[in-house]
């Protein structure tokens, strides 16, 4: 029989992180929303504590930075199974993003480029990085979600890499340590050559241009990046040098990152569902699951099918980190779960929003606020349709240049 509890390993952290979105996160939500670009401080507090589980081993891969692919364990549990940081991280991140998306992504050393160093680095990359805060530097103005379309360029020079490009839409680009940027090492090769490098803030020819202004997830910022000259160590290339083991390695990034970024949505879609039918109780709609819905209220039909479809999501998003955890390819899974969770948190947030009428569409409620955050969640990490492509590609057996 099938199991969908929280595993018990995991059961207390994340009640932590249920509580932390409680009583931190969702009570300055709306003030960060309104003060974007100001950097939440009470993150500073949130960012040591998570330091702190992570370092004692009971944090069980707390935030994005918590995820590495790893073979699955021959511990002695049951059938080798293993459930592990990739699920414990996905299960956090719901709870964290039941309270705010935009300041869980603002929390320090917990950037989608930490996922990227955690996925594709080596161990000596992992010791050197570790306690840094990456960002991920991926779109370019002319390249959005074909990332084989990169064109900003590495050049190697002596023990250095020179850097050339521009890179938009970095979120955390302006308050972290480093950008984990994807760059070109030889145009004329398309994907084959696509690699991503650390590079440090403080690097001379690295410039933050600007900062975004946006529909949602404020407390987040999203700045551009301009790269002149900007030499980056050698030793600061992730993963493989190796042309022939160029872009597949790169993208097991999205791999473990979008099943992270489903997270978000599966959790900015239950607040959503959880305060609507509050709302919608108080207005005397009655839920009645063991009634058919075509014998219930309108109001309350589109409830349980948001419900239903919420339940999707998430299960998906489960299935793509046990994978992960288990050593299983899951490239597959995880742009399902990205796909499924995307939408459906579009739809179920701003379902939401009509359902509560001049309620959910006021500043009285969060309702408004999570409709807007959970469009980002549909558009990066690889957008609805990229996301439905790598699924046909997969299913039928096509490659990227058969099914375009």
Sequence with gaps: MINLETPRKFRAFVNQAHQVAAEMLRP??????????????????????????????????????????TAAASDGTEDGVVNGSNLSSVLSIMEMCWGDV???????????????????ASDEQLRRFDGVWAAMAITEPGCGSDSAGIRTTARLDGDAYVLDGEKIFVTAGGRCDAVVVWATLDKSLGRAAIKS??????????????????????????????????????????????????????MQTFDNTRPLVAAMAVGCARASLELTRELLSEAGVQIDYDRPV??????????????????????????????????????????????????????????????????????????????????ILDIFEGTQQIQQLIVARRLLGKTSAELK
């Design 294 to 375: 075509h014998l219930q209220s309108a109001a309350a039909a589109t409830y349980l099918a948001m419900e239903a479809d919420w339940e999707a999501a998430y299960l998906l998003t489960l299935q793509a980190a046990w994978m992960a955890d288990n050593g299983q390819p899951n490239s597959l899974q995880a742009s399902m779960a990205k796909a499924k969770a995307g939408r459906s948190a579009n739809d179920i947030t701003l379902r939401c929003v009509e359902l509560t009428g001049s309620l959910g569409y006021s500043e009285h409620h969060l309702l408004e606020k999570w409709s807007r955050d959970s469009k």
């Design 102 to 120: 935009g300041l869980l992504l603002s929390m320090p050393r917990q950037g989608l480029g930490n996922s990227a160093i955690a996925s594709v």
């Design 28 to 69: 300055n939500s709306r003030r960060y929303d309104l003060a974007e670009h100001e950097y939440p401080v009470e993150l500073d507090m949130l960012a040591a504590m998570v330091d702190g589980l992570g370092a004692s081993g009971t944090g069980s891969g707390a935030g994005a930075s918590g995820v590495r692919r």
């Design 197 to 250: 490098f650390v590079v440090m803030k403080d690097t001379p020819g690295m410039t933050v241009e600007r900062l975004e202004h946006k529909l949602g997830i404020r407390a987040s910022d999203t700045a551009t990046i301009r790269l002149e000259n900007c030499r980056v160590p050698r030793e600061n290339l992730l993963g493989s040098a190796d042309i022939d083991k160029g872009f597949a390695g790169v």
